[in-house]
């Protein structure tokens, strides 16, 4: 069997160590993929964006399967372009893409479903949207409709932090074409956690929550990036959650779609705020999430290789589940200097011996001309850890990060911290606990402040 995997992080090196373990005879070719994902695949010098040259490729390979990573070519429309070949694609269509691609569609998509999400409004004018942080009061969140990376959502204690994330967006244009609508959006309190939902369009197969770390710094300090870390499983979220998210957020969004003639397949990311009314809806993804694939697929014993490929020929999957090992997972990113504003390239990486069950999959690496590894991006490494314990994941992630050298690295020793913290509260790891705040509840200052929660225990 031939797949093609379209993509170049540490996502796709993920996806590709998970499908080859399914299957060792499997012919992978990626595009552009990276030096890790070498190791397992053929890789091919095509941006991910650039469609004629991607349908080129696939017309000479005519794999499979093809497994598209990055939401850019899926908002491009790099799956319709492959389907009109007769090319077996998983990752949604252009028009269903849309919902991550204009939050401002999917805001109203929820609210003619009835799925329960945060009250909004849309401007692009920075005028009205100043009037409508007025009055939905301080905090607030402002958020850009388009592709941010990650890095669109700014919540502001008060009406001023409002107005300077506003005039970021739309008047400065900082995020460009991507923050030229905004919402303005109600502050939810609570806990946050993703969920990904495989589905054929009206199924859906739910994968293990997951919880994410956004800020640079320990303690959830400093600034926005697209994610120093992921851990699961997650405690708060049990089987009756998860039962609950796919009945009154998944399978009405999906039905939503499918009357607006945008039949979504593929994979939908949901995030999730826990709160005191039941879980609400902060966003949809169009793809796996970035760094939480690199946290969750060693834990999945189940063979994602035949779920993808059945979705992708148009199979149901309907009364299918999957199978995950009764461990933890902590996956630790490992930053170039400069992360996130300017992050430096060209930096040679050295990494240390490290034991088999530490997983390094590479995310912005290239090699030079006489094959040294060098920093090719802002999020170098992900180094994934699978333990009994959260605790010992949490120790054995951050190690392993810790063996990874090159000047000006950054990462985190505390991913998972929230976890450790609930454990420690009921007297036992990974236990139980109240919620506590989550990366995208506490209001934060600044336009380049993420959303994170109160730091952890001392």
């Not at 003619?112 to 004018?125: D, F, I, L, M, N």
């Not at 020929?313 to 170039?336: E, I, K, M, Y």
């Not at 990366?439 to 952890?456: I, L």
Request: glycine fraction near 10%; charged fraction near 20%; include cysteine.
């Amino acid at each position: 069997m031939r797949v093609l995997l379209v993509g170049s992080g540490a996502r796709e090196h993920a996806l590709a160590w998970k499908l080859t373990r399914d299957d060792p005879s499997l012919d992978v070719i990626a595009a552009p993929g990276n030096p890790g994902i070498a190791q397992l695949a053929r890789c091919r010098p095509v941006s991910a964006t650039d469609l004629p040259a991607m349908l080129a490729l696939a017309r000479a390979e005519r794999p499979d399967l093809t497994v598209i990573g990055p939401e850019a070519p899926l908002a491009a429309g790099l799956a319709d372009v492959l389907r009109a070949e007769s090319l077996p694609v998983f990752g949604p269509s252009a028009a269903a893409a849309v919902i991550e691609s204009s939050k401002a569609y999917a805001k109203a998509l929820l609210v003619r479903a009835g799925v329960p999400t945060a009250r909004a409004e849309v401007h692009s004018s920075a005028e009205g949207a100043f009037r409508a942080a007025r009055a939905f009061g301080a905090p607030v969140v402002i958020k850009a409709s388009g592709l941010a990376a990650g890095k669109g959502a700014v919540v502001c204690e008060t009406i001023a932090e409002a107005d300077t994330a506003i005039e970021a967006m739309l008047v400065s244009r900082a995020l460009g074409d991507a923050g030229s609508e905004v919402l303005v959006e109600e502050f939810m309190e609570g806990e946050e956690l993703s969920i990904f939902g495989i589905t054929d369009g009206t199924d859906v197969i739910p994968m293990l929550p997951i919880q994410d770390h956004k800020r640079l710094l320990e303690a959830d300090r400093g600034p926005n990036t697209g994610g120093m870390g992921a851990y699961a499983p997650v405690s708060v979220a049990s089987a009756a959650l998860t039962d609950e998210v796919v009945a009154r957020i998944f399978r009405p969004t999906l039905e939503a779609m499918r009357g607006d003639g945008r039949r979504f397949t593929g994979l939908l990311y949901a995030g999730i705020m826990l709160t005191g009314e039941g879980p609400r809806v902060v966003e949809f993804n169009c793809r796996f999430g970035d760094p939480e694939t690199q946290a969750i697929l060693p834990l999945l014993e189940s063979n994602l290789l035949a779920v993808l490929h059945a979705v992708a020929r148009g199979d149901s999957v309907a009364g299918q589940s999957l199978v995950w090992r009764p461990d933890a997972a902590v996956t630790t990113v490992v930053a170039a200097s400069g992360y996130p504003d300017a992050p430096r390239r060209g930096d040679a990486i050295e990494i240390d011996e490290a034991p088999d069950s530490l997983h390094f999959f590479h995310a912005g690496t290239a090699e030079t001309a006489t094959g040294e590894l060098v920093t090719a991006g802002g999020r170098v490494l992900a180094v994934t850890a699978v333990a009994r314990t959260i605790e010992a994941a949490q120790a054995s992630s951050a190690a392993g990060a810790g063996g990874v050298h090159f000047a000006g690295r950054q990462f985190r020793r505390d991913i998972g911290w929230r976890e450790i913290a609930r454990g420690r509260t009921h007297g036992k790891p990974g236990g139980a606990g109240r919620a506590v705040a989550s990366e995208t509840a506490r209001p934060v200052p600044g336009m380049g402040a993420p959303t994170d929660g109160a730091p952890p225990p001392r």
